[in-house]
């Protein structure tokens, strides 16, 4: 009998303690998963934001670059009307501006999203080169200026 009740007694406490951990292994799973769910939205908002910075940033750019365009325009223009010596020289300066400028507006036309890191490395490099290329047109119209004398 003492045995028995011993087994009884086992069997009841094994039972209890596993519903327990079942319950606990439960709640667990529960908690995971809905920690999950909360990481899935957060990666998801900054998916988003990291896309809108991107869109944003390719805008602005673009604004840019056709600026750039306008003023290559002028340039062009400017150095048809002039009777220049270096009216060849001033043409090709223009051009190399011109064909960094479409370097440029490829690049950026080309980025595909790849990861947040990458995209403030290549933004970087993008505003590094963007400024490059508004310098070389100040320059050039210093030295335009100097030609017309």
């Known amino acids: 009998m003492k045995k028995t009740m011993l087994v009884a007694a086992v ?3 094994a039972t209890v303690s596993s519903l327990t951990s079942c319950t606990s292994d439960k709640e667990n799973v529960e908690e995971k998963r809905e920690d999950a769910v909360e990481a899935n939205k957060e990666y998801e908002y900054v998916e988003k934001e990291y896309l809108k910075d991107i869109e944003n940033y390719r805008k602005s750019t673009d604004v840019l670059i056709l600026d750039n365009d306008a003023k290559i325009v002028e340039l062009r223009s400017e150095t ?11 043409q090709a300066k223009i051009s190399e501006l011109e064909t960094k400028n479409n370097e ?7 980025y595909q999203p790849n990861g947040k890191h990458k995209w403030e490395k290549f933004k970087k490099e993008f505003n ?3 400024d490059e290329l508004g310098k070389s047109f100040k320059n050039f119209s210093i030295n335009s200026t100097e030609t017309k004398k």
């Open 80 to 90: 048809d009307l002039k009777k220049n010596e270096n009216k060849k020289e001033v």
């Open 104 to 110: 440029l507006k490829l690049k950026m036309f080309n």
């Open 128 to 130: 590094h080169d963007m």
């Open 11 to 13: 069997t009841i406490f």
